[in-house]
């Protein structure tokens, strides 16, 4: 993976691969700690196996790298990569912090086209963005809102693609999320 | 959410384009989105074909996701159906490839032998 952004989109196909209908993604970026939480509503799984690579259910081929991966990108930076199942109907949350000022962080990538490309690719899954504010929970983007104004084929036309992508970006930029490692002192307008 | 007033207003200045939409789609490109199609660049593959529908105003072409298939050393990989038509496979879609396969396989109807991977069921 070249960036968080994939990591996270990859993270997210595992949720829509699994059948969830809705799923919460929660961001915060504290001194330069990036903190993602990711809550499904999934059939949920076996803990214990996800994390080792030949473990898959799949049958097209042997190995499951997706987790290993970002585990291997979250723990490079001394971040973590944690899941719980959150009960025994099923639903699973998955949270991993990264350290962007370790050397070896990876660059974020544009996480907002994240959103974009998620509702693009799995419409029927329910998205919700959430980005906490003085520990209140501001919901940035909300699929199902969405769906109750427009079809979501909608997303084809560049100017609502534009509008949805803008609104996100602008989130993330005002938390100091940037497209690459979001280390440098905030500049001034020039 | 806030700006839901917003989008209201930008779905109604293009709602003429919406309706257009909501019908029936023949032709169908989907894009392997497995962790080794996006590890590969499958989401800017899918990015371009989206951006380039919106950019030839073609209502009928819809694009959507599949899992690995199996052959993840050539992805990104993406699947074209034509109505009426044997459904294509391509492989190592990148940028370039994926304008080129637009141009030449969804708008004229040639197959790019130069990506292709198979043909037929």
Known sequence: ?190 | MKNLEELKKIRDRVRKDLELRTGKHPIKIVVCLGTCGIAAGARETMNTFVDLIAENNRSDIIVTTSGCAGFCEQEPMIQVYVEDKEPVVYGKVDLQAAEEIFEKHILNGEIVEKYLFSKGK
């Open chain 1, 1 to 190: 993976m070249k960036n968080i952004a994939d990591h996270l989109f990859d993270i997210l196909e595992n949720s829509a691969k699994a059948g969830a209908s809705e799923v919460q993604v929660k961001i915060s970026f504290n001194k330069k700690k990036f903190f993602c939480q990711i809550i499904d509503s999934g059939p949920g799984i076996e803990i214990a196996d996800v994390i080792d690579p030949f473990v898959t259910t799949r049958k097209t081929r042997r190995v499951g790298l997706g987790l290993p991966l970002l585990k291997k990108t979250a723990e490079d930076t001394l971040g973590y990569l944690k899941i719980i199942r959150l009960n025994k109907k099923g639903g699973t949350s998955l949270e991993f912090l990264i350290n962007m000022f370790h050397i070896d962080a990876k660059p974020f990538g544009d996480l907002a086209r994240v959103f974009m490309d998620v509702l693009i690719a799995w419409p029927q899954m329910n998205l919700k963005l959430i980005i906490p504010n003085n520990s209140i929970d501001n919901v940035i983007l909300d699929s199902e809102k969405i769906k109750e104004e427009l079809n979501l084929e909608a997303i084809y036309s560049s100017q609502i693609q534009n509008f949805i992508y803008e609104t996100v970006k602008k989130e993330l930029i005002e938390k100091g999320i940037d497209d690459h490692f979001s280390i440098e002192p905030k500049r001034k307008n020039s």
